[in-house]
């Protein structure tokens, strides 16, 4: 199983494809930087996410960063993903687990301090965890806080990927709330200039860890 | 691998299913007499599909009935389901293979007498076969009508599951164009008394079969 590389983990979504070359944005991404992306979509066909996914596992080892796959484990499993990332409506984690056995790790998204409580025991490598701010990306979210994530990062040992409206100028702030990762939707597909956007972040990530060695 | 018993093959839908009980409705069908279920849902979460499917799958055994899952190959697994069925805009059948191994058989959709050529590679064990008739449970389908049925009967050695439009009076039509089984929707779940369409749909099967007997 490959260790994740979840730093800067860019989320996938239906509405910022709509008009927009799939492969051609997510390829802006990895040069920009990001370390692991995340194939999240809803309204597709299994086929064309299977066709999808082929050319962007090949993209991703190029660029040595990790490709995940949500919810559908079969696609995660046909393409051979370094990770597949379940939220509390899809199938969980033990039974993602029986399925993928040690050739992938798991993600699994919790949405409230409470919840973390009950996951100590589940099969899983990371935890997104958020949101952390508003956001416009998903309807009826839950806010978590900038204070439920510092409670979570001390209430695990696991690593948590922070998600929910995270932008460049909030980086500081999450990780010194102790996320081990940012995952984003917006901050980098909301831009047109994605390898820009994406560069934005890796310097915001970067200027927070220069300040930390030199603290 | 088991093997598919398909002679009366109940197929799901999310519209019969609105404000009707899930598990009952399946329990008349399978009192009926189907020989076979197909759970195919496209707007339930992955979590809830899991759920029924695993109350499904002991309810299934209990009758000796098949159980088959549409397009989602992990739910297969992870239920221990005797099938999976893809159709052409799912996941191809040889990756669905390679994932399955020899668990489970394979179902494969088909919609016309051309198409029909180019699968005789494929790692399936059966063919779905339609549509037969007119018929308003899918948008856009393909009309292959009762000689297409036959046509394809006779250029492939794989069972073909006729499906589309069947109705109990056009039973004997489908059976004599050489289909192996037949697969409705409406026919039992456009009907109020579930057991009583089921029924109907067995006694046109044995009818036919007890006329051929004595012909």
Redesign the interface.
Known sequence: MKRPNLSLYLVTDDRYFQDRDLIGTIEQALQGGVTALQYRFKKK????M?EELLVLRELTKRYSVDLVVN?????A??VGADGVH?G?????PD?VR??VGDSMYIGYSVNSVDKLRDIEHLPIDYIGFGSVYETTTKENYKLVGIEGLRQATKLTDKPIVAIGGITHYRVQEVLSAGAKGIAVVSAILGFEDVKRATEAMVEAMKGYYRKLMHS
């Open positions: 066909p299994a086929r064309q299977y919810d559908r484990v079969d696609l499993m046909a379940v509390q409506e899809d199938l969980p039974v029986r399925l």
